[in-house]
């Protein structure tokens, strides 16, 4: 080692022993006893994850659609059980019409599209259970599509408007025990 100009040997020695103390953490002080261990508190077990909001459903469907189709009208957001349908409002989306259908179904009237070029009914839904939702599109000629609910039953459908100005009438068959989130627009096909 080799010594400073203006300082001794000791004085670098004693300055080296400081910054390894300092870097130990050694202050010269007298060694505390340690204190007891700390024993982990039990925390409850974690609960099954909280299924999506409304939102989050909704949201994630308008993403369905938007990966298949370039540009779409919304036309509504619909919520419930075999027993009834709920429309979920939207800001700048007519109001549709609902009402108990026969057969179990429930009928659902779309507004028909502001946009001159949409001439296909959009549908996809998200469902709880294992069984199979079916919609109707009521024209003159007529389409019923579905899909089984659960995880995999997420489709995006579309079905050619025989009258594109006209509104659009659906016959929603929902599974009994089920729940159904589902998100209909407008699109050209």
């Known amino acids: 080692m080799t010594a400073h100009p203006h ?3 000791p004085a670098i020695s004693g300055a080296v022993i400081a910054g390894f103390l300092a870097l130990t953490g050694c202050t010269g002080a007298p060694a505390e006893t340690d204190p007891a261990p700390v024993v982990p508190t039990p925390t409850a077990a974690a609960g099954p994850e909280a299924s999506p909001s409304d939102a989050q459903r909704f949201a994630s469907l308008d993403d369905s659609v938007s990966r298949q189709h370039a540009s779409w009208e919304h036309a509504g957001d619909f919520s419930g059980t075999s027993a009834a349908l709920e429309e979920v409002s ?3 989306t007519l109001t549709a019409g609902i009402a108990p259908g026969s057969a179990g179904t429930i009928d659902v009237t779309l507004p028909a ?4 070029g949409a001439d296909t ?8 259970g294992t069984e199979t939702y079916w919609i109707r599109v009521v024209q003159e000629n007529p389409n019923l599509v579905g899909a089984t609910c659960g995880t995999d039953g997420r489709g995006v459908i579309g079905v050619p408007l025989d009258d594109p100005t006209a509104a659009t009438e659906l016959e929603v068959t929902v599974p009994e025990g089920s729940r159904i989130w589902l998100a209909t627009y407008y699109a050209a096909g």
């Open 7 to 9: 300082l001794g040997v």
């Open 121 to 128: 009914v959009v549908m996809t839904a998200d469902c709880t």
């Open 90 to 92: 939207r800001e700048g």
């Open 113 to 116: 599209p502001r946009d001159p």
